[in-house]
């Protein structure tokens, strides 16, 4: 069997891949992850484990995931409910009508993962806000000592928890444009990371690798060509989208090896420089980034900044456009 998209490449099949993209490699997980292992007090010396620990991690996460649309599919098999989702009740509901064990055991499974997003996602945000703010955020505080990060933390809690119980609320769609939006939002993310994974000053012997670099703009350029087909499919509802990601793709290519090549001429008019010498294992293994205020103030180039620019543009009307394609979804 050959693996395809039913009912072919359309926007609603763009918008999933986005949202099955957006929930697995989420924007907030960045946040997350580096506060963790801040507050955890990992050291450089200890990286391998932390590696080891995301790796299992996303393994766990992802044949999980997959198991899941295998149940999915399975419960809604031969019934009206094909092609027809609602939300995680309504999968376990159908899942109940062929045996009602398997109905409760995917309940619990449910609960358990929220339990987990609810916490992992509300903490990276009252991470992010204790960053943001400059005020104390880490769970080895106790309250009294780190107010603000507890209270930010039990509110986002408490927020979400009110929204799940509004009554009729459609939960999958709210499900779906969320996801959808953290895919959005994760071409800009990890703009921003691939440019501080290349700051010398701050990452010193743990900069990126020239391969890594690379992998990392294959996969934001694909991200953006997505993106850019869920744009142009919701504008012009009638256009073919397989058609639109080839030149959308094209496009990036050619984009990408004309930014190669400019970066090329750049190096070759500057001269060859020096490879840089091998990093003692002492040096990468006790490496600790200066202190902000030590930090030299970032500057970028005008190209740079043009494609910062640009980037915020795509942002704001990538958003706009998926309030549009889920007001039509949930109208429809």
């Known amino acids: 069997m050959v693996p395809g998209i039913k009912g072919g490449i359309s926007s609603e099949a763009i918008l999933l891949i986005i949202a099955i993209v957006g929930t697995t490699v989420a924007p907030w997980q960045l946040f997350f992850q580096q506060s963790n292992v801040i507050d955890k007090r990992i050291t450089p010396r200890f990286m391998g484990y932390e590696r080891a620990d995301t790796f ?5 996460v992802v044949v999980g995931a997959g198991a899941i649309m295998i149940i999915a599919t399975y419960a809604v098999a031969g019934t009206p409910l094909v092609g027809h989702f609602t939300d995680a009740l309504g999968v376990a509901d159908a899942l109940g009508r062929k045996d009602s064990v398997l109905g409760a055991l995917f309940a619990i499974v449910l609960l358990d993962a929220s339990i987990i997003g609810a916490a992992a996602v509300t903490l990276a945000t009252s991470y992010a806000f204790g960053d943001m703010f400059g005020v104390k955020h880490s769970l080895h505080r106790s309250f009294r000592d780190a107010k603000a990060f507890y209270a930010t933390y039990t509110a986002l809690v408490v927020a979400a928890a009110a929204i799940v119980l509004i009554p009729h ?10 996801q959808a939006l953290a895919g959005l939002l994760l071409p800009s993310a990890s ?5 501080l994974c290349n700051d010398r000053e701050v990452l010193g012997p743990w900069v990126n690798p020239g391969w890594l670099n690379a992998l990392a703009t294959v996969i934001i350029a694909t991200l953006l060509m997505l993106s850019g087909t869920l744009m142009a499919t919701t504008l012009f509802p009638h256009i073919d989208a397989t058609q639109v990601a080839i030149w959308l793709s ?3 290519a050619a984009g990408l090896a004309a930014a190669g090549l400019t970066l090329r001429l750049g190096r070759s008019r500057r001269g060859a420089q020096a490879a840089a010498p091998p990093v003692p294992r002492e040096l990468r293994a006790n490496w600790r980034m200066p202190p902000l205020a030590l930090l030299k103030p970032v500057t970028w180039s005008p190209a740079l900044k043009l494609g910062m620019l640009a980037l915020r543009g795509y942002l704001v009307i990538a958003a706009l456009l998926l309030l549009v394609k889920a007001i039509q979804l949930g109208t429809h």
Do not use: M, N
């Not at 299992?56 to 766990?60: H, I, N, P, Q, R």
């Not at 609320?169 to 969320?178: D, F, S």
């Not at 703009?191 to 440019?195: E, K």
């Open 169 to 178: 609320a459609p939960l999958g769609l709210i499900t779906e444009a969320v």
């Open 56 to 60: 299992l991690g996303s393994v766990v």
């Open 191 to 195: 703009v921003f990371l691939l440019l």
């Open 250 to 252: 094209i496009a990036e």
